[in-house]
Structure formats: structure tokens, C-alpha cells
């Protein structure tokens, strides 16, 4: 069974609007709503001088928001620099079109690592939604496998069972991802990207004895043999981050109080004009049994 799910892909790509005809994109999301809706909140509080209690909830909650739209971002950003990669090394000579395969590798791997950071900064802003971080845990931050359900820590047990299920639903893609970070991160592994630069970001991660990580057929180039196309990897993965993005801060907004209609609107704008093209490929030729 493939991990794409069509149904949540084209619900991320319904939050991509197309500005103009120059390949610029804008990405709305509820998350960064909620997160400027919060800091007008905290502001608001600050200039009003109010209980020094209800300033330093909104205050952690806030800045739990904006680190973890940091690193929302990054993602992003890693994106735009494989991108450029590409495009200055498409345009080199021949010997230095070899650094594509060192460079692009480097960049793969930390992308794995960005990754894995944003989803470790989630788990603060789903903690504080109706608790608190216990002191010890302020210096080095819990991380989301303190929140799913294979936790040992008592977490949990103080998040709302709406979130509890949205967390969940993460174990029918992330451990795929996540092993693959894994991998390149603590264990012996080879990492090869394939081809030249124009054709495409083409890569594959290898265990011991050659064996291929990554091996949903929805996501491999179809001119190789266990090929992975990294713009179908890439949509893929966001696709599953921003929905889950979205479903986590609908369920916030309410245990906040706060109206999704009222809050600060945001969005974010960029060339995202590939990755709308490969959500789009995988919406018309990928599909999972529901």
C-alpha cells in the first residue's frame, strides 16, 4: 500500500493560490493564522498591562508558535537551495556538473534533519495548548515522540484526546520518513544521487547490503529502478505536514476560544510552482483505498 494519500494531498494543495502568472504562489494556512493571532493577542495584553498570569501564557504559547514556524519555513528554505543548486549546475561545465551528485546528497540529508526538527517543535505548542512544560523540560525542549503514543513520558496524559487522534494519524507516514532520517543520521548508509542536474533531483538512501529505503512506488522516477524523484517525495511530505498543521491548529483555535473566521490572516508567497506541479501528479496518478 503506498503511504501517498490523494485525498490529504489535495487538501494541501487547496491551500496554494496561484498570484500571478509568473510562477508565484501564496500558501494560507490556519497555523500561521493562529500564530500572528497569538502575537497580536500577546501584544495586546503587554500594552493593557494585565495579570502578569494570562501575559506569560500567551507570551510561552506564542513564542512556542513562532520557533515552530521557524522551522516550518526552513523546510522551505532547504527546498529553495536544492533548487538553486540545480539551476546553477544545470548551467556548469561538465566536470563541475559532478558536484551535483556531493552537493545535492549534503542537501537531501539535511533536509531529513529540518525535518525532523519542525515536527520536534510541535510538541511544545501541543503540550501548552491545556498545560505547561515542566521546568526541568524548558532548557531542552520535549520533542514529538514525547507526544505520540509510544511515549513513555506523562504528556499525554494532560492532551486533549482531538489532538491525541490527530497525532496518531501522523504513524501512517512519519516512522517511513523518520527511519530514513534515522538512517542518515546514526547508521552506516549510502546516499547516491542519480543523473545530471537537468535531469531532475533523482536520489535514493541504502542500507547495509545496497537496500533501498525508500521504495513507494508513487514517489520513484520511472527511467531507474528504485529511482526516488524528489519532487514527488518533497510534495508528498508537505502535503502530510501542512494538513497536519491544519487539523492541529482548527482543534487549537477551538480549546483557545478563538474564532478560525476572526483570526489574524497570513500566508505565505514564493515560487512554489514545481511542488504544485508534483502535488498535482500525484493527485491525478496516485490514489490509496480509503
Not at 497569538?38 to 520557533?67: G, H, P, V, W
Not at 561545465?93 to 545535492?104: F, H, N, P, T, V
Not at 492541529?248 to 510552482?273: N, Y
Request: aromatic share 10%; charged share 25%; net charge positive.
Amino acid at each position: 500500500m503506498s503511504l501517498v494519500d490523494r485525498i490529504r494531498v489535495k487538501r494541501a494543495r487547496a491551500l496554494f493560490s496561484s498570484r500571478s502568472s509568473n510562477d508565484q504562489y501564496t500558501l494560507s494556512s490556519t497555523f500561521e493564522c493562529l500564530r500572528n493571532e497569538l502575537y497580536i493577542r500577546m501584544c495586546t495584553l503587554r500594552r493593557l498591562n494585565t495579570d502578569k498570569s494570562s501575559l506569560q501564557r500567551m507570551s510561552t504559547q506564542e513564542r512556542a508558535f513562532r520557533y515552530a514556524s521557524a522551522r516550518f519555513g526552513e523546510i522551505f528554505f532547504r527546498l529553495g537551495q536544492i533548487k538553486w543548486m540545480q539551476k546553477i549546475l544545470s548551467s556548469a561545465k561538465e566536470d563541475e556538473q559532478r558536484l551535483w551528485g556531493i552537493y545535492a546528497g549534503l542537501a537531501i540529508k539535511d533536509f531529513h534533519f529540518d525535518l525532523s526538527s519542525f515536527m520536534d517543535s510541535l510538541a511544545p505548542v501541543i503540550i501548552q495548548v491545556q498545560g505547561t512544560l515542566r521546568p526541568k523540560d524548558r532548557k531542552q525542549l520535549p520533542g514529538f515522540p514525547d507526544v505520540q503514543s509510544s511515549t513513555q513520558r506523562s504528556y499525554r496524559n494532560g492532551i486533549p484526546n482531538d489532538l491525541l487522534d490527530i497525532i496518531d494519524r501522523t504513524d501512517t507516514w512519519w516512522p517511513s520518513v523518520k527511519t530514513a532520517r534515522d538512517i542518515l543520521a546514526h547508521r552506516e548508509h549510502l546516499k547516491i544521487v542519480f543523473g545530471a542536474p537537468t535531469q531532475g533531483v533523482l536520489f535514493q538512501i541504502y542500507k547495509k547490503q545496497q537496500q533501498a529505503v525508500l521504495i513507494d512506488p508513487a514517489l520513484l522516477w520511472p527511467g531507474g529502478r528504485d529511482v526516488v524523484d524528489f519532487d514527488l517525495y518533497f510534495a508528498f511530505v508537505i502535503s502530510e505536514v501542512l494538513v497536519l498543521l491544519e487539523e492541529l491548529s482548527e482543534r487549537i483555535t477551538v480549546h483557545l476560544h478563538f474564532s478560525k473566521e476572526s483570526l489574524t490572516p497570513a500566508m505565505r508567497e514564493g515560487d512554489f510552482d514545481q511542488l504544485v506541479t508534483a502535488m498535482d501528479k500525484l493527485i491525478e496518478t496516485n490514489s490509496r483505498d480509503h
